[in-house]
């Protein structure tokens, strides 16, 4: 029997005494991969949203978009449950600014009685030695998690995805986070076109080999918009069966270092510009399918499952 794997709700309750739910924010950034300081277009699976378009509204306050997210998921919380929050800066590149700007709109998050945890997504290639600076000295003020989009390991399929760097960049970054005592979370895409399951598991391997603190495990998703969208239209790109997720997915996390905490195994495209995959709009399906392989293949027991 191979043990239990090591997901964000237990990892929560062990280092907080409870479960903690994301708030989604936007702090009103661009990404450089989109202006012409890195390139053009963005990656090519990157939505107009920037993968963002969960998050609160960028045009009020960040206490005011807080007070909005939580309004949007308390009602769906047990009432007899103790729980905490992370402030998720969510939406495109979020060091992507000015170290004055991003001091105010992060001092502004943490300083929110009701935050435990600062999450903030962004780029490896954004992180300069001044914004590295303030990150650590907000971590000192409470938890700071940096997550960097990797997506892939293979230099080739990094080039094809226009994501904008190479991996010595990833590399140097996490580094300089660890020097900060900054929790690493790395989001990785399954089904990145022309990668199998051998091809994951090489990025699988990448990952294990570098102090990285979590991971989450993404199904691409083709959205409307993007020029991952045009090639899927022009029969250039395909997409996985859920079949094949699920069995890339088991491989992955039987592969996976037992420290590194599992984020999320799945996550959710958009439906109103969902292209592909069609199985993906049912969650619900997708998740009980996900957590039968999964203790079908006897990777975990018990109901700590999370999935997105």
């Not at 949007?72 to 060091?95: D, H, M, V």
Request: aromatic letters at 8%.
């Amino acid at each position: 029997m191979i043990e239990d794997i090591n997901l964000l709700n237990g990892y929560m309750k062990r280092k907080y005494g409870r479960k903690l739910y994301k708030l989604a924010l936007d702090g009103g950034m661009s990404c450089p991969n989109r202006d012409g300081t890195k390139g053009r277009g963005g990656c090519i699976f990157c939505s107009g949203g920037g993968s963002g378009e969960f998050a609160a509204d960028r045009n009020i306050s960040v206490t005011e978009q807080i007070s909005e997210a939580k309004k949007r998921i308390e009602g769906k919380l047990p009432k007899s449950e103790e729980t905490g929050y992370i402030a998720y800066f969510q939406a495109f590149t979020n060091t992507y600014g000015s170290v004055d700007y991003l001091e105010r709109i992060f001092t502004e998050a943490i300083e929110n009685e009701t935050i435990d945890v600062l999450s903030i997504a962004t780029r490896p290639d954004c992180l300069e030695d001044d914004k590295l600076e303030l990150l650590g000295r907000l971590n000192r003020l409470k938890p700071v998690m940096i997550e960097l989009g990797l997506q892939t390991a293979d230099e080739n399929t990094a080039v094809y995805i226009n994501r904008g760097y190479e991996n010595q960049v990833f590399e140097k970054a996490v580094k300089r986070l660890k020097e900060k005592n900054i929790e690493v979370v790395v989001h990785l895409i399954i089904g990145l076109p022309g990668e199998d399951k051998a091809a994951f598991l090489k990025t699988i391997d990448y990952v294990n080999s570098l102090p990285v603190d979590g991971v989450k495990l993404q199904l691409l998703h083709i959205l409307e918009g993007t020029v991952l969208a045009e090639y899927y239209k022009e029969g250039k790109a395909d997409v996985l069966s859920m079949e094949e997720y699920t069995d890339i997915l088991t491989s992955a996390i039987k592969r996976l270092r037992k420290d590194i905490v599992i984020h999320r195994m799945t996550g959710d495209g958009p439906k109103k510009i969902l292209v592909a995959p069609e199985w993906s709009r049912d969650k619900k399906k997708v998740l009980n399918t996900i957590n039968k392989f999964i203790r079908d293949n006897n990777i975990i027991q018990g109901d700590d499952y999370y999935g997105s």
